[in-house]
């Protein structure tokens, strides 16, 4: 029987150990695990950030589908919502989903509470005798567009992004439909 020490020196001098390949599965795992890491962190990153963009853009549809409904004022000067508690309402709807002020636990996306990143503003379109039907009386139409600032943090932004932050941005344009 040939002893340990004898059958390490058989295998150098005849180039077993090249030929040995007990390991090489777990060494090439371990070169590889750090990128399939970095790869995940990325697709749940992106995962995450189109679910909070729809969730966002949904909410600032029924943000803009709200002012659709309320008094404005609209003429060759410009346009406005009537009444600021509109505005407010509006706002909350595109932070929490409801009518009333979003405490904490009420908003739609944990780190989006700023009001002021929202802004409304009203268009008004001449109305030249193109438009016929509801808009026919109006000599200008007011459209409203809706717009929000979404900040965004990455879970792991240390592996896979550590620059500036992150924002998305959304946008609903409708015509008013009055009262």
């Given at each position: ?41 990325v697709v749940l990153d992106f995962g995450r950030l189109m679910m ?75 109305n030249l005798g193109q438009f016929s039907g509801r ?45």
């Amino acid at each position: 029987m040939i002893n340990k020490m004898e059958r390490t020196k058989e295998q150098y001098s005849k180039g077993g150990l090249r030929k040995n390949t007990q390991g090489s599965a777990a060494a090439e795992f371990a070169m590889v695990l750090p990128l399939l890491i970095i790869f995940l962190a990325v697709v749940l990153d992106f995962g995450r950030l189109m679910m909070d963009y729809h969730a966002a853009s949904k909410s600032i549809r029924d943000a803009s589908r709200y002012l659709t409904r309320v008094e404005v004022t609209c003429d060759a000067a410009g346009g406005a919502v009537d009444n600021a508690q509109n505005i407010v309402i509006a706002k909350n709807l595109a932070l929490s989903g409801s009518v009333g002020t979003p405490v904490a636990g009420d908003y739609l996306l944990s780190y989006w509470t700023d009001p002021g990143s929202i802004s409304i503003t009203v268009t008004c379109i001449e109305n030249l005798g193109q438009f016929s039907g509801r808009y026919e009386q109006i000599a200008y139409i007011p459209s409203i567009t809706v717009t929000a600032t979404v900040p965004f943090t990455m879970l792991f932004g240390v592996i896979v992004y550590s620059g500036p932050q992150l924002s998305f941005v959304t946008t609903t344009n409708m015509v008013w439909m009055s009262i």
